[in-house]
C-alpha cells in the first residue's frame, strides 16, 4: 500500500479535482465535508482498503479523523497530473466496525 500512498500524495501536489459525486457528497447536508479536510486527510490519513482493479483506475479509501466525533473516509484516484477525489462521506457503524477502519462482515 506504499506505493499507493505515494502515488495519492504526489498527484495531490500536483492537482486536487474533486468529482461532481465528490461534491454532491461532501455538500449534503448531514455531512458538510470542506475541501480543507479533504486536502488533510489525503496528507495526514491512512489508507485502509486499496482498489488496484477499479474500473475508474487505481483508487483507495483514506480515513482521517476530524476531531474526537468527526471521521472522515475518502476515495480517491491518482492520475499523472491529479489527485480525483470520487468520494468523501462519514462512515456509519451500520457499514463498518467500531474502529471505522473495517467493514463489517455480511
Known sequence: MLDVVHKVKE???KKILFLP?????MNRPERLI???EVREIIMEGYVIEDYPSDPRG???LIIGRMSA???VHVVCSP???YL????AYLPSTDEWNQDLR???KT
Do not use: F, L
Not at 459525486?21 to 457528497?25: E, F, M
Not at 480525483?84 to 468520494?87: M, P, S
Open 58 to 60: 487505481h483508487s483507495c
Open 84 to 87: 480525483a477525489v470520487i468520494t
Open 34 to 36: 470542506t475541501p480543507a
Open 11 to 13: 498527484a495531490a501536489a
Open 69 to 71: 466525533e468527526r471521521v
Open 79 to 81: 492520475k499523472e497530473d
Open 21 to 25: 459525486h465528490a461534491i454532491d457528497q
Open 102 to 104: 473495517t467493514r463489517k
